[in-house]
Nanobody, 126 residues
């Protein structure tokens, strides 16, 4: 079982940027799916960005497309670069791993990801 730890959250003004990191306790294996989710108060946890580790192919929710970038830049760290932040991006952000082998198709629902970090808070003021 992997342990995940997010960092990099904070408070920024609208239009600003943050880079979130997710450190895994072990090597992030190839042919897996990793994702970033977020949950605002009173709302459901939603997936915002996903990556297939073998090829680096990505998927983004429409609400963040063109502003957020998910990447894996070393063997055990996942990143989420967030630019042009908006107040509606305010939420707790979580990284998650789907431990199943994948042929390239990643699932985007929270129930497909059994491993989660504790989260890091992002607050965007107008």
């Amino acid at each position: 079982q992997v342990q995940l730890e997010e960092s990099g959250g904070g408070s920024v003004q609208a239009g600003g940027s943050l880079r979130l990191s997710c450190a895994a306790s072990r090597y992030i294996y190839s042919s897996k799916c990793m994702g970033w989710f977020r949950q605002a108060p009173g709302k459901e946890r939603e997936g915002v960005a996903f990556i297939y580790t073998r090829t680096g192919s990505t998927y983004y929710a429409d609400s963040v497309k063109g502003r957020f970038t998910i990447s894996q830049e070393n063997a055990n760290t996942l990143y989420l670069q967030m630019n042009s932040l908006k107040p509606e991006d305010t939420a707790m952000y979580y990284c998650a791993e789907d431990p199943r082998w994948s042929d390239g198709a990643c699932y985007h629902q929270r129930n497909d990801y059994p491993y989660w970090g504790q989260g890091t808070q992002v607050t965007v003021s107008s």
